[in-house]
């Protein structure tokens, strides 16, 4: 069974930094992604940022990109999604995912497999 357990978040006044670790058990081989995806009260789902174990692509919403920067490998299956100069927007509760498909739930495209992690709260105060 694929568990995913979330850990980080917090509160930081705008301009701060946090960081959100997920460390994935369970997979019998690298051939996922992990990742995350944040949801703000009032507004939809969005895929944040995912890195796949296999080769170590990586993907950015353009709304974090060079704000926000993952690592992790396929050795401690785990990703660290480190926050930088974060905003009052950037406040949601934040979701750790994984798939099997290349990261395609991020692309909102159905896969045969995803799991979800716990979500954890992400709050930026101006």
């Known amino acids: 069974e694929v568990q995913l357990q979330a850990s980080g978040g917090g509160s930081v006044q705008a301009g701060g930094s946090l960081q959100l670790s997920c460390k994935a058990s369970?997979?019998?081989?690298?051939?996922?992604?992990i990742g995350w995806f944040r949801q703000a009260p009032g507004k939809e789902r969005e895929g944040v940022s995912f890195?796949?174990?296999?080769?170590?692509?990586?993907y950015y919403s353009d709304s974090v990109k060079g704000r926000f920067t993952i690592s992790g490998d396929s050795a401690e299956d785990a990703v660290h999604l480190q926050m930088n100069s974060l905003k009052p927007e950037d406040t949601a509760i934040y979701y750790c995912?994984?798939?099997?498909?290349?990261?395609?739930?991020?692309?909102?495209?159905?896969?045969?497999?995803?799991?979800w992690g716990q979500g954890t709260q992400v709050t930026v105060s101006s």
């Open positions: 995912a994984a798939d099997v498909c290349y990261g395609s739930i991020w692309y909102n495209i159905p896969c045969v497999n995803d799991y």
């Open positions: 369970g997979f019998t081989s690298d051939g996922h992604v």
């Open positions: 890195k796949d174990m296999r080769d170590g692509t990586i």
